[in-house]
């Protein structure tokens, strides 16, 4: 099959189309044509080195965590997948391939409303913006949210989550975006090129950081008393928190079948949306990590590996 490979970390040169031998399914696995994988920030990062310390990887390996496909294969204890079916979800790793295989846990029927390359565009994002929402924010009716980053692809399914959940919801972009975050149903929308946040935002509940850095470091400042900063990027400072008498936590998304299941209901019930920025070939991985590297997209940028 033909498959992208990295033998090396380094720019988005080292990412390689070669021909390799198809994975065989573990017996908890599924065997995967893929018809999409979906392109996210981490794949730069673990492609780069960037996160040699905490995410080692063996060489070579194929990159990608998002995939949509069908079911080619099952392995013999996989009893809720057949042969034939369109499912989504998330691999450990080796999206960007003709095949791959996926733990029967982290993947689910492909939503019906949903094109491949759509349902490529989910798992990661949306996972990770409904877990740090709920699962580590406990984000409730009626509280208020700032979302940085409201553009990109964590962003704007947490707009969409958060707006779901009754939830009081402000984002950050720039001005060039400010339409599209509305269109997601946020209530109020700063633009981080000419507003700083914390000069119009206060006594807000939740932060959901996706951006770490200054961004991360300044957001403190706009949480109310006992309130929770949970960011996606950079581990949390936890003594600057609680100097400042709020929560802070690092987000770190478990991929989940029921979670997936759930997503899938919102999307098919058009209560959530996802938005492609861009597609591209699998052979041409590297404009695409380049493009995500560059940090300014607008939802999601995915590989359409078949027709
Ligand atoms: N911990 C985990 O489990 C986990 C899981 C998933 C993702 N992540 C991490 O979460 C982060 C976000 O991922 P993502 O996929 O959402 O990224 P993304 O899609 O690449 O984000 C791009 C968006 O960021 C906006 N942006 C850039 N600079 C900004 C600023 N200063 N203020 C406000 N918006 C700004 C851009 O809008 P403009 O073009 O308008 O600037 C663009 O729409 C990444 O670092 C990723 O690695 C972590």
Redesign the pocket.
Known sequence: MQAIRVHQYGESDVLKLETIAQPEPQPNEVLIRVQAAGV???DW?IRSGYMKEVFPIPMPYTPGMDVAGIVEAIGADVKAFQVGQAVYGELNMGAYAEFATASQDAIALKPQTLDFVQAASVP??AM?AYQALFDYADLKPGQTVLI????????MFAVQFAKWKGAHVIG???A??TEFVQSLGADQVID?KSTSFEQVVKNVDVVLD???GD?QARSYSVLKPGGILV???APPNAQDAQARGVRAE????KPSASLLKEITNLLDSGQVKTVIAQTFSLSEARQAQDL?QR??????IVLQISA
């Not at 940085?148 to 962003?155: C, L, Q």
């Not at 940090?295 to 999601?300: C, E, L, S």
């Open positions: 996210n920030p981490l990062k990661m994002v990770t940085h980053a409201a553009s990109g692809g964590v962003g950050t972009t720039s060039a975006n981080y996706t951006l770490g961004t960011s996606t990027p690092m987000v770190n998304m995500s940090g300014h997209v607008r939802g999601k």
